[in-house]
């Protein structure tokens, strides 16, 4: 949907097709960082959903007993004019999908797409055709749909099957009424690390009346299906938690009851995949562009997965607009001195810098996530974040993350 918003303000017209029904409802909540709040900005959808997710900027990270190890400034007013926030899915997917209404971008749903054709030269054109049979020509396909991606299959269709990564998140939430009586010396937010995994709490509200968290840990691969029937057993959800984080682990009273008093219809379950590394998200005719987790996916660890597929939509609306020629008219043909190939080879590398970036933070990030059984490896684990916040200070060495505005593309483009 932000693509489509994108080029909407940059004179170009488009339609999505969703899979989904109209009424789908996104699971569990979300983390923004200021890059990705500064691209819903620019959207027009930010001052839609500020007061109604938790604004904050700073996280503790603290031992599994509650011992501070530092703070982590993930946000700031000061600094990159955006606190972040942490809010439900579905409540940014609606803000997104109003704007996409006014702005008469035309949507179809319960679509799904199954094959891209290229037409036969001389024509630039491509083809996406979906189950029922309807067939679609463009001037380009932009394949947004996920990690489990068909779209990728045009782009690389020798690429392999989506990574698991090992580790998988379990969401849950309470209201701060239902905690009454449970010791609250925790500083919130809060990331917890212990010798089982990590334990985040996040308030997911505004007036941070809903106290959301997610833990991670370790699990072993499954089919897709496996997964899924996973996820919909919420009794199994919380015993998983339970025989990480109940006693005889050491953590704090919050954390047991968390697990002991979350409603089961509030559980989720997020394996961690990543894509296959490709070279390139354009497709050799240059007429098919991947974005998002179809491209990257990027697991949670570190907080940067849908920022970064914002910053594709509106990165990838600055290279089209060139192409097209800036005119704002709803299907300009540009001329054969405007050479395609060349401004999303330069799109594509900007992005591909900046994502293999991402990756390597979000990599250690979900390191630290891990279980150390090991007492050696717990202690210098939490040594070495220690350290690492009395000699990066509470940035964390992410300033460089935070302040990047999908404007710099184009000083590459040209």
Known sequence: ??????????????????????????????????NALRVLDHADVFEKIERMGFNYENIAFTSADGSL?????????????????????TIVRDALRAQVREHGIPTT???????????PAP??????????????????????????????SHVAPESATPNYSGMVGIMGY???????????????????????????????????????YFASIELEDRSRA???????????????????????????????????????????????????TLDSWVSKSARVILIGDSAHAIPPTGGQGAAMAL?????????????YG???????????????????????????ARVAKVLDFTSKNGKLRKSSPHLFEHIAKEWLMWAAFKWMGPEGGAQWMYEYAAEAVRSVLH
């Open 123 to 152: 024509s630039t054109k491509v083809t996406a055709v979906f189950q029922n049979g309807e067939r679609v020509t463009a001037d380009f396909v932009i394949g947004a749909d996920g990690i489990h991606s068909t779209v990728r």
């Open 1 to 34: 949907m932000a693509a489509s918003i994108f080029l909407k303000k940059r004179g170009i017209s488009s339609a999505i097709y969703e899979l989904r029904d109209d009424s789908f409802t996104s699971g569990g909540n979300i983390a923004l960082a200021p």
């Open 69 to 89: 190890l530092g703070h982590f400034l993930n946000g700031s007013q000061t600094k990159y004019n955006f606190a972040a926030i942490r809010i439900h899915r």
């Open 326 to 352: 800036a005119r704002s008219v709803s299907k300009p043909e540009h001329g054969e001195d405007v050479d395609v190939n060349r401004i999303l080879a330069q799109w594509n590398d900007h992005r591909h």
């Open 311 to 323: 910053e594709d939509a509106e990165t990838l609306s600055y290279a089209l607009a060139m192409i």
């Open 226 to 276: 496996e997964w899924s029937t996973l996820g919909q057993d919420k009794q199994g959800l919380r015993k998983i938690l339970a025989e990480r984080f109940m006693p005889p682990h050491r953590y704090p009273e919050l954390v047991q009851a968390l697990v002991e008093m979350t409603p089961l219809e509030t559980l989720s379950l997020w394996p961690f995949f990543s894509a296959p």
């Open 174 to 212: 309470v209201t701060s009424g239902e905690l009454s009586g449970v010791e609250r010396t925790l500083e919130l937010p809060a990331m917890l690390f212990g010798d089982t995994g990590s334990f985040a709490i996040m308030p997911s509200s505004y007036d941070g009346t809903e106290v959301g």
């Open 109 to 119: 749903y319960n679509t799904k797409c199954v094959e891209i054709v290229s037409e």
